[in-house]
């Protein structure tokens, strides 16, 4: 494996890392809690088009490399830098729950 895949890869688990850390270290982090801290926002959607980037770098330099749900997570990362006004906390959490484990395998 080349450099630059390996370091996409890093970079999509340590983001991964970093938002289930977010969601941890709040024992009660719900749809509400979510909405209502922008910092806690702003740092998940950051992550998320790094996850995004990544994958969709992955997807040109080896689309043979299975990626369960990539078109999906860089749908995501495209609606939150080009279409951020229709972004919305329900949008966010559910990406989490459905797609992290499967892209952390």
């Known amino acids: 494996m080349n450099e630059r895949l390996l370091k996409s890869l890093y970079d999509?688990?340590?983001a991964i890392d970093e938002i289930e850390f977010f969601f941890v270290s709040s024992e009660?982090?719900?749809f509400d809690v979510y909405a209502q801290d922008l910092q806690l926002k702003?740092?998940?959607?950051?992550?998320l088009e790094i996850i995004g980037e990544a994958v969709n770098r992955i997807l040109k330099?080896?689309?043979e490399i299975p990626?369960?749900?990539a078109h999906r997570i860089v749908g995501l990362r495209n609606?939150?830098?080009h279409g951020y006004y229709s972004i919305t906390g329900e949008n966010i959490l559910g990406h989490r729950n459905q797609?992290?484990?499967q892209i952390e395998n």
Do not use: C, L, N, Y
């Open 42 to 47: 702003r740092a998940v959607e950051r992550d």
């Open 12 to 14: 999509i688990k340590g």
């Open 99 to 101: 797609s992290f484990a």
């Open 79 to 81: 609606q939150i830098i």
């Open 28 to 30: 009660e982090m719900g």
């Open 61 to 63: 330099e080896k689309p």
């Open 67 to 69: 990626i369960t749900h």
